[in-house]
């Protein structure tokens, strides 16, 4: 799942204009759109006995584990184009071609960037007492020069007043980087599941478009709250641009949650070039940018490689107590060596996908997706973050063979990478193949939003739906409808069967943060399943605790029994999985 932590902070800036626009577009055409009230008089399901033949299968017969122990113990981490996700992209092509799928192959996007592997690492704490602490190098983070042994200096910097007390002082030095963080005791534990009320409330949930949507060309003023988070990344931004312009030897962050030795690491930062006087300061990439923009700033370019400090995360407790001892006068040393690999032979990017050919002679053109983003972060095996996802749409896939269904659309599974920096993976392969949305202009206060404008490839109305799994190891408890209430009643007859299996919640609400919304963008029907939640913020999501045993097996069991009942009887229909309406 991605997560972009300066997002919020410029979600008003960056992208209100557009999303109001759209809003105002599906308010204004859901009223008149004959989908809109769901009343379709005849709605497909499978016969209880394929049903029946599904849930053995992917109950009695599962490789769902198996596929997701080869992902995570024997491949790995799969960063984005590293030498790792290039083989989770092959293996998982070979896996699903040994299943019998056809057109199994690696599709190229891009370029992305430059792969970076770790070859070896180690970080400790020399003096006044030794000890080794638990870090991670941050993904792209260049390599120290060898060893380097050096004091520890901690950057309290809070304001630009506090920057001139360290001008001249971090030259070779280890510089901590962030603030401490209070760690609290976990009296409730970390795991959940969804409890009825909240999934009543999700059901309950109005038409996204209506509820949450400004005018047209209003612009809100951020809230105080945003205000500071923006305050927080600009002065973040100057710290590593200081930190570099004073030629620290490394830069260490704090996890910014987790604890009991869990840290959350992603990529490393890049010093910001200097903002010419009286010139704006150049905005973080987000979500709303393209991938050429994201690119710009990014570790992965490998023309930003001479504006990085070799830099790591830390665990809390290690990073709070360097802190400590210097507070209280002791002058730490350590010992930091990180010895990374820049990729550069190859900067495209590549999803796998495998197809279940369409047996009727009309429909066999037509397609059913389904899917889940292979790329992970790095210090964990990427296991609920999103292996997870991905083994349980091959083994979805896998279930529809063994149970010997023929559907009468082609069923095509696809597997993305890039998801972490951006769901560059899915962007870019349905701008390939269905289409591309142009972005609308700002739209002045009090005039009425252009249509949103989506510019089709002749395979746009070829795709029935798109089903993606990636919050986690949880099981399926519902399915998002993105607003589109016309799905309403396939899903309900569809989730009819496994409400002993907990599914049974269909909400109006959007969900974000992952690859359904690059279909969702361009009107195609693309939807992510409700899951329940397990460990996934609190413990596994981008940690380096994202290992294979944190998963349920029972849930991914489930997933993909689920999975595979929606797939194929999206592909068994008369009629294509209805449209919200996107001018
Ligand atoms: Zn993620």
């Given at each position: 799942m991605f997560r972009n932590r300066f997002l919020g902070a410029f979600l008003t800036f960056a992208l209100l204009a557009p999303t109001a626009a759209l809003a105002q577009d599906l308010r204004a055409k859901s009223a008149a759109s004959p989908n809109s009230t769901g009343a379709k008089s005849a709605v497909y399901t499978a016969p209880k006995a394929v049903i029946d033949k599904i849930r053995d299968e992917g109950t009695n017969h599962s490789q769902v584990v198996q596929t997701l122990s080869y992902l995570t113990d024997v491949i790995g981490g799969r960063l984005t184009n590293s030498p790792n996700m290039k083989r989770a992209n092959e293996w998982t092509r070979d896996t699903m071609a040994k299943w019998g799928m056809q057109n199994a192959k690696l599709e190229a996007w891009g370029p992305f960037g430059r792969g970076w592997s770790l070859k070896s690492f180690s970080a400790q704490v020399n003096e006044p007492t030794a000890f080794p602490v638990i870090?991670?190098?941050?993904?792209?983070?260049?390599?120290?020069?060898?060893a380097v042994t050096s004091e520890v200096v901690y950057l309290d910097i809070k304001s630009d007043e506090d920057f001139a007390k360290y001008k001249g002082q971090l030259s070779g030095k280890i510089v901590l980087i962030s603030r401490t963080r209070e760690i609290k005791a976990d009296?409730?534990?970390?795991?959940?599941?969804?409890?009825?009320?909240?999934?009543?409330?999700?059901?309950?949930?109005?038409?996204?478009?209506?509820?949450?949507?400004?005018?047209?060309?209003?612009?809100?003023?951020?809230?105080?709250?945003?205000?500071?988070?923006?305050?927080?990344?600009?002065?973040?931004?100057?710290?590593?641009?200081?930190?570099?312009?004073?030629?620290?030897?490394?830069?260490?962050?704090?996890?910014?949650?987790?604890?009991?030795?869990?840290?959350?690491?992603?990529?490393?930062?890049?010093?910001?070039?200097?903002?010419?006087?009286?010139?704006?300061?150049?905005?973080?990439?987000?979500?709303?940018?393209?991938?050429?923009?994201?690119?710009?700033?990014?570790?992965?370019?490998?023309?930003?490689?001479?504006?990085?400090?070799?830099?790591?995360?830390?665990?809390?407790?290690?990073?709070?107590?360097?802190?400590?001892?210097?507070?209280?006068?002791?002058?730490?040393?350590?010992?930091?060596?990180?010895?990374?690999?820049?990729?550069?032979?190859?900067?495209?990017?590549?999803?796998?996908?495998?197809?279940?050919?369409?047996?009727?002679?009309?429909?066999?053109?037509?397609?059913?997706?389904?899917?889940?983003?292979?790329?992970?972060?790095?210090?964990?095996?990427?296991?609920?973050?999103?292996?997870?996802?991905?083994?349980?749409?091959?083994?979805?896939?896998?279930?529809?063979?063994?149970?010997?269904?023929?559907?009468?659309?082609?069923?095509?599974?696809?597997?993305?990478?890039g998801e972490e920096q951006g769901l560059n993976g899915s962007r870019e392969y349905v701008t390939q193949q269905f289409g591309e949305r142009k972005q609308a202009p700002p739209v002045p206060a009090g005039q009425p939003a252009p249509p949103v404008d989506v510019v089709k490839t002749a395979n746009y109305d070829k795709l029935s739906a798109?089903?993606?799994?990636?919050?986690?190891?949880?099981?399926?408890?519902?399915?998002?409808?993105?607003?589109?209430?016309?799905?309403?009643?396939?899903?309900?007859?569809?989730?009819?069967?496994?409400?002993?299996?907990?599914?049974?919640?269909?909400?109006?609400?959007?969900?974000?943060?992952?690859?359904?919304?690059?279909?969702?963008?361009?009107?195609?029907?693309?939807?992510?399943?409700?899951?329940?939640?397990?460990?996934?913020?609190?413990?596994t999501h981008h940690s380096n605790q994202d290992t294979f045993d944190r998963i349920q097996a029972d849930d991914m069991k489930q997933a993909a029994t689920i999975m595979a009942a929606f797939v194929y009887q999206t592909a068994m229909m008369d009629e294509k999985m209805p449209r919200k309406v996107l001018k």
């Open positions: 870090a991670y190098p941050k993904a792209w983070s260049p390599s120290t020069k060898g009296f409730e534990g970390m795991g959940s599941r969804r409890t009825d009320e909240e999934l009543a409330k999700m059901a309950a949930a109005p038409d996204p478009s209506t509820v949450t949507a400004p005018q047209p060309g209003q612009q809100q003023a951020p809230t105080p709250e945003q205000q500071e988070r923006a305050r927080q990344f600009a002065l973040a931004q100057k710290m590593f641009g200081f930190v570099f312009d004073e030629g620290a030897a490394v830069v260490i962050d704090n996890s910014r949650i987790g604890s009991g030795g869990t840290l959350f690491v992603s990529a490393a930062s890049v010093a910001p070039l200097p903002t010419p006087a009286g010139q704006a300061a150049p905005q973080g990439g987000g979500f709303g940018g393209g991938a050429a923009a994201r690119a710009r700033s990014a570790a992965y370019n490998k023309d930003n490689e001479a504006r990085m400090v070799p830099q790591l995360t830390m665990a809390t407790e290690d990073y709070n107590r360097i802190v400590r001892m210097i507070q209280l006068g002791a002058k730490p040393k350590m010992t930091v060596d990180i010895q990374a690999q820049f990729h550069d032979e190859d900067l495209m990017g590549y999803n796998t996908v495998a197809e279940i050919p369409g047996t009727d002679p009309t429909l066999k053109s037509e397609l059913v997706m389904l899917g889940g983003h292979l790329d992970s972060w790095h210090s964990g095996t990427g296991a609920t973050d999103n292996a997870a996802g991905c083994a349980v749409a091959m083994e979805a896939a896998r279930i529809l063979i063994a149970s010997g269904l023929k559907p009468r659309r082609t069923i095509r599974v696809a597997l993305w990478s798109y089903y993606n799994l990636d919050n986690g190891t949880g099981k399926i408890r519902g399915v998002y409808m993105q607003g589109n209430s016309a799905v309403r009643p396939y899903f309900e007859a569809w989730l009819a069967p496994f409400a002993d299996m907990g599914a049974k919640t269909l909400t109006l609400s959007n969900t974000g943060g992952t690859d359904h919304l690059s279909f969702d963008r361009i009107g195609l029907p693309g939807f992510q399943f409700i899951q329940d939640e397990i460990e996934y913020d609190a413990r």
